[in-house]
């Protein structure tokens, strides 16, 4: 089965920016929180699966890939992990198992989103799981008589609280401040101002969410009189995560290899959005789901993909392609956005007897409310709010 799922930083930050349309290759690129477990599948056996992770430097990244196998027949997966800019990373500590792989603790030197790449020799199903830990602490001394103005770096995952305090030293003079705290990317910067004079400077910031889209950070200290020393700490709490089980398998999203490319992201409390990444003129091509912020309390992974057709019992012929929204299970707090695509010249100028079809994870199909869909004939689309994932589908009038 084709996925493509790239990802939001939050949760384990399993991030990708997909760099144009992947529906053509045999690439799956999935994103997941740590202590997810995943289920896919390797159909054809050729297929290429790629699990994509941005992880900050000093983080340790952990994952255990296994095979099914019934009666001995079944894939065996092999491992490969690839550094932020593609390449192999030659000495990655993976272990060969009986049944697939291991990641066994790889710390990375830099930060940026690494890729864990999955091949088979055979057709079947296979399990993930992956695990990171970052550094929950930082610590330096500086020497504010070589200059008045120090740079920390710290690397995070977005999202994390941050407690920063800054001390001069025992018999040493001066009173350092805490400047500023920046994303290197510019995404994030906040700023603490001069104290008034006679007043103490910032010398402790508490519970500051870092904010951005990077993993490094930039705390800026500095020494108005330039001199003594000082040791600056950084206490980091990661944001809440929310383990799942995902079903990525062809009993999840279909079993014909040519139509079947599932896409999803990472999603945090923030929100975000998951778009079909497909070439012009693929059915699926139009369809996606918009999280708003608040619609979940903590990171979570968001698919897209195809269906199997919604049997409805009636008269109505299918307008457009059968979209599932999963894992299976999510519920949004705040009501998504789901965009189908549609065949806009199977209806007149007013959309008589357009009809948009939901099928719940237990199979039963309702009626999606005519006054809450909105059609956009120039796109080919029709949107409507959802507060549950299942699968959609537009249908019309016999002509």
Do not use: W
């Not at 055979?122 to 070589?146: C, H, W």
Request: with cysteine; proline share 9%.
């Amino acid at each position: 089965m084709r996925r493509a799922v790239p990802i939001v930083a939050a949760c384990l930050a399993m991030a990708l920016a997909v760099a144009g349309p992947r529906r053509a290759s045999a690439d799956v690129l999935v994103g997941i929180c740590s202590g997810d477990q995943v289920k896919g599948s390797f159909l054809p056996a050729s297929e290429v699966e790629s699990y994509v992770v941005r992880l900050p430097a000093g983080s340790k990244l952990s994952a255990t890939v296994a095979g099914k196998l019934v009666k001995g027949v079944g894939p065996v997966p092999v491992m490969t992990l690839l550094d932020p800019d593609g390449a192999v990373v030659p000495a990655a500590p993976i272990v060969v198992t009986k049944t697939g792989a291991k990641l066994v603790a790889f710390v990375a030197s830099a930060s940026g989103d690494y890729t864990i790449r999955l091949t088979a020799n055979a057709e079947g199903d296979y399990a993930l799981k992956v695990k990171r830990s970052t550094p929950m602490s930082v610590a330096q001394t500086m020497n504010f008589g070589i200059t008045p103005s120090v740079d920390v770096p710290v690397h995070a995952i977005p999202g994390s609280a941050a407690t920063i305090r800054i001390a001069a030293l025992a018999f040493q003079p001066g009173f350092p401040r805490i400047e500023r705290v920046r994303s290197d990317n510019g995404t994030f910067d906040v700023s603490f101002p001069p104290p008034p004079p006679s007043t103490m400077p910032v010398m402790l910031v508490k519970g500051l969410v870092l904010g951005g889209t990077s993993c490094d950070y930039i705390v800026t200290v500095s020494e108005p009189s330039d001199r003594g020393s000082a040791l600056f700490t950084a206490q980091l709490v990661a944001a809440k995560m929310k383990a799942r089980k995902v079903d990525l398998t062809t009993r999840a999203f279909g079993s014909d290899p040519l139509t079947n490319f599932v896409q999803g992201t990472q999603v945090g409390p923030a929100g975000g959005t998951v778009a079909a990444d497909v070439f012009p003129g693929d059915p699926l091509a139009g369809s996606s789901v918009a999280i708003p912020a608040g619609a979940f309390a903590a990171a979570s992974v968001v698919v897209l993909g195809p269906a199997s057709e919604i049997a409805h019992g009636t008269d109505l012929r299918v307008r457009g392609p059968a979209v599932r929204v999963g894992p299976a299970g999510t519920k949004f707090a705040v009501a998504a956005t789901v965009t189908l695509p549609f065949d806009a010249g199977a209806f007149d100028s007013s959309h008589t007897g357009l009809t948009v079809l939901a099928r719940d994870d237990h199979g039963l199909v309702t009626t999606v409310p005519a006054g809450t869909v909105s059609v956009d004939d120039a796109a080919g689309t029709v949107s409507f709010p959802a507060l549950r994932v299942g699968s959609f589908q537009v249908f019309g009038p016999a002509q």
